[in-house]
């Protein structure tokens, strides 16, 4: 009997240590152990904390339950489809935004821009448009940054920013998901990195849950003599500031309040040639002042160069432009450098014509202005043919005159392509579909998009068909 006693004490250690050990392991949790006896070789050991070990949490050890953020994502690689981009800062520094069409590529930490599917194809060195490394980079969905839908931001850890948009919210939702991934999976490789903010030089903390951070909790701080430190010095309650400092900072504000109330005025600025207001978006009123005309200048020479080398072109108006070229154009024109259409990369008429129809979408107000809509529905609804060119013909009598000579230019010049509509295969109605919804829309779109598109359409054909009555082209 004394015998199987001894061999029960002997076994103790053993089976206090598993039973700690499974009891762990299911979450209970340990209010007292008593280790008078020291676990024999080959027990499974767990330091507790007592009284005698404060703040020795750092030697416990982890649980051998894995969490669902832990557990290793591997990044879905996207290989080759258009997305649209553009970069509106790099490394902090602002820039202008500029969408442009490129061939996409997700790799495991890369995201990759090609001109088009054949330049990623030769694998050239450096035939990459740009690359975005993914590790310690930042995304999120945005509607301030662009008019436009399924936008979504990735800000490098550097502090470059891009744009994405497709136009297809599955297509923008799967590029999203995939590139966030690729980012949590290459940043966890990489240790974790910094974000800058774009506007400043100060660096965010980002990732602290990954390994080689410490955690949110305050007994992690306190651990750390260089951040405890820091809060000591920043939570005292008295900064003291010389007499110099004080005068200095009231210097500087009599300074700025002077410059402020002698600094000039936009339209000074504007005159002194400073300031340049941009073609695109620009108020049509505004912009002929500025150009002292009635028709825009680029108005009139895309119509030229139409009327000239394209009114015979298949599709002409309704077949799209490269969108690159397009905007290559455009920031041509919106820093009023020299323009000349002639030259041989505005060789496809199509960039022309689809530039022309940017710049009418762009327009704050539209060439038939919001208080005019309605008035053109109730006009074209009129039975009697006669009444009805003669009430749209006195609605466009009272626009502004830059609207009316733009309108009266841009009609006189459909009418002419559709002289050649068995060249070009456009007809009145096809003309319609494509200027309807270009030249004229509501202010406020009460979710009748669907009719008004209908009546914006019929407006554009009337008046296409009437043109000679209604703006007395007969008569020139």
């Given at each position: 009997?004394?015998?199987?006693?001894?061999?029960?004490?002997?076994?103790?250690?053993?089976v206090?240590s598993?039973v700690?050990?499974d009891?762990?392991m299911a979450?209970m949790?340990?209010?007292?152990?008593?280790?008078?006896?020291?676990p024999?070789?080959?027990a499974?050991?767990?330091?507790?904390k007592?009284?005698?070990s404060p703040?020795d949490?750092?030697?416990?050890?982890?649980?051998?339950?894995?969490?669902?953020s832990?557990?290793?994502?591997?990044?879905v690689?996207?290989?080759?489809?258009?997305?649209?981009?553009?970069?509106?800062?790099?490394?902090g520094?602002?820039?202008?935004?500029?969408w442009?069409?490129?061939?996409?590529?997700l790799?495991?930490?890369q995201?990759?821009?090609?001109?088009d599917?054949?330049?990623?194809s030769?694998?050239k060195?450096g035939?990459?448009t740009?690359?975005?490394?993914?590790?310690?980079?930042?995304?999120?969905?945005?509607t301030?940054?662009?008019?436009r839908?399924?936008v979504f931001?990735?800000?490098?850890h550097?502090?470059s920013?891009?744009?994405?948009?497709?136009?297809s919210?599955?297509?923008?939702n799967k590029?999203?998901?995939a590139?966030?991934?690729a980012i949590?999976?290459?940043?966890?490789?990489?240790?974790?990195?910094?974000?800058r903010?774009?506007?400043s030089?100060?660096?965010l903390?980002r990732?602290?849950?990954?390994?080689?951070y410490g955690s949110?909790s305050p007994n992690?701080?306190?651990?750390n003599?260089v951040?405890r430190?820091?809060?000591?010095?920043f939570s005292?309650?008295?900064?003291?500031h010389?007499?110099?400092?004080?005068a200095?900072?009231?210097?500087?504000?009599?300074?700025l309040k002077?410059?402020i109330?002698?600094r000039?005025s936009?339209?000074?600025?504007?005159?002194?040639?400073?300031i340049?207001?941009r073609?695109?978006?620009?108020h049509?009123?505004?912009l002929?002042e500025?150009e002292?005309t009635?028709?825009?200048k680029?108005?009139q020479?895309?119509?030229e160069?139409?009327?000239?080398?394209?009114?015979d072109?298949?599709?002409i108006?309704?077949?799209s432009g490269?969108?690159a070229?397009?905007?290559?154009?455009?920031?041509?024109?919106?820093?009023?450098?020299?323009?000349?259409?002639?030259?041989?990369q505005?060789?496809?008429i199509h960039?022309i014509?689809?530039?022309l129809?940017m710049f009418?979408?762009?327009l704050p107000?539209p060439?038939?202005p919001?208080?005019f809509?309605q008035?053109?529905v109730?006009?074209?609804?009129?039975?009697d043919?006669?009444q009805k060119?003669?009430?749209?013909?006195?609605l466009?009598?009272?626009l502004?005159?830059?609207?009316?000579?733009t309108?009266?230019?841009l009609f006189?010049?459909?009418?002419?392509v559709?002289?050649?509509s068995r060249?070009?295969?456009?007809?009145?109605?096809?003309?319609g579909i494509?200027?309807?919804?270009?030249?004229?829309?509501?202010e406020?779109?009460?979710g009748?998009?669907a009719?008004n598109?209908?009546?914006?359409?019929?407006?554009i054909?009337?008046?296409l068909?009437e043109?000679q009555?209604?703006?007395?082209?007969?008569?020139k």
């Amino acid at each position: 009997m004394n015998h199987t006693s001894s061999n029960c004490q002997a076994s103790t250690p053993y089976v206090s240590s598993f039973v700690i050990s499974d009891t762990e392991m299911a979450g209970m949790r340990i209010t007292n152990l008593q280790s008078a006896t020291k676990p024999a070789q080959g027990a499974v050991h767990m330091r507790i904390k007592t009284s005698q070990s404060p703040g020795d949490r750092l030697s416990q050890s982890k649980s051998m339950v894995l969490q669902e953020s832990d557990l290793p994502q591997k990044p879905v690689e996207l290989k080759g489809e258009n997305m649209n981009m553009a970069k509106i800062s790099d490394s902090g520094k602002k820039q202008r935004k500029n969408w442009t069409l490129f061939w996409t590529v997700l790799t495991s930490d890369q995201l990759l821009f090609y001109k088009d599917k054949q330049q990623e194809s030769a694998q050239k060195a450096g035939s990459k448009t740009d690359v975005v490394q993914l590790g310690g980079a930042l995304i999120e969905w945005t509607t301030e940054k662009s008019s436009r839908k399924n936008v979504f931001q990735i800000t490098t850890h550097t502090g470059s920013e891009y744009l994405l948009q497709a136009d297809s919210q599955p297509t923008a939702n799967k590029w999203y998901d995939a590139i966030r991934t690729a980012i949590a999976s290459s940043t966890k490789a990489d240790g974790g990195f910094s974000l800058r903010r774009s506007n400043s030089s100060e660096f965010l903390p980002r990732h602290s849950s990954l390994p080689g951070y410490g955690s949110a909790s305050p007994n992690t701080k306190l651990r750390n003599p260089v951040h405890r430190r820091s809060i000591n010095m920043f939570s005292s309650s008295k900064l003291k500031h010389s007499a110099s400092d004080s005068a200095d900072k009231n210097g500087v504000k009599n300074r700025l309040k002077k410059f402020i109330i002698r600094r000039p005025s936009m339209k000074t600025l504007q005159e002194k040639g400073l300031i340049k207001d941009r073609v695109f978006g620009c108020h049509l009123l505004t912009l002929c002042e500025r150009e002292g005309t009635t028709v825009p200048k680029f108005v009139q020479i895309c119509l030229e160069a139409v009327d000239k080398r394209g009114l015979d072109a298949d599709g002409i108006y309704r077949v799209s432009g490269n969108l690159a070229t397009i905007q290559k154009l455009r920031f041509i024109i919106d820093e009023e450098e020299d323009l000349d259409l002639d030259h041989s990369q505005w060789e496809d008429i199509h960039v022309i014509t689809g530039a022309l129809k940017m710049f009418f979408r762009e327009l704050p107000e539209p060439l038939f202005p919001f208080k005019f809509f309605q008035l053109f529905v109730e006009a074209v609804k009129i039975k009697d043919q006669k009444q009805k060119v003669q009430a749209v013909k006195e609605l466009i009598q009272k626009l502004p005159k830059p609207n009316h000579d733009t309108m009266k230019l841009l009609f006189s010049h459909l009418q002419r392509v559709l002289t050649y509509s068995r060249k070009n295969l456009m007809s009145t109605q096809g003309i319609g579909i494509v200027f309807g919804p270009t030249l004229m829309w509501p202010e406020l779109d009460g979710g009748n998009m669907a009719f008004n598109m209908v009546y914006q359409n019929q407006i554009i054909e009337f008046i296409l068909i009437e043109s000679q009555e209604i703006f007395n082209l007969d008569r020139k």
